[in-house]
């Protein structure tokens, strides 16, 4: 199965930047970002496709860009401007379709350990 792991988190100030990076063991088909914070649910944060589709979430649009490296079989998250209220366990994504001959019937879904993102002064 994929293994993913992430890296780049820690402790930044209010309108600081922060990179985390993900390395997956294999090529998948989305890759992307999700985020928790205490008492709160799980929110998507980014995805992106292997047609080179993006989503944002609205609270870090403009702030966050994603990007992928399919020959390093990374995705990063560059954030920027980060807020008190982006502290967040940030989580890696990814998605491997299944098929059925040659039709997508489902996708296998992974996730990274998760790394701590602390935006505080």
């Known amino acids: 199965q994929v293994q993913l792991m992430e890296s780049g988190g820690g402790l930044v100030q209010p309108g600081g930047s922060l990179t985390l990076t993900c390395q997956a063991s294999?090529?998948?088909?989305?890759m992307g970002w999700y985020r928790q914070a205490p008492e709160k649910q799980r929110e998507r944060v980014a995805l992106?496709?292997?047609?080179?589709?993006?989503r944002y979430a609205d609270p870090v649009k403009g702030r966050f860009r994603i990007s992928r490296d399919d020959a390093q079989k990374t995705v990063s998250l560059q954030m920027n401007s980060l807020k008190p209220e982006d502290t967040a366990v940030y989580y890696c994504?990814?998605?491997?379709?299944?098929?059925?001959?040659?039709?997508?019937?489902?996708?296998?879904?992974?996730w990274g350990q998760g790394t701590q993102v602390t935006v505080s002064s």
């Open positions: 994504y990814a998605e491997k379709d299944q098929y059925r001959l040659r039709t997508v019937v489902g996708h296998d879904l992974f």
């Open positions: 294999e090529s998948v088909n989305a």
């Open positions: 992106t496709t292997s047609d080179g589709s993006i």
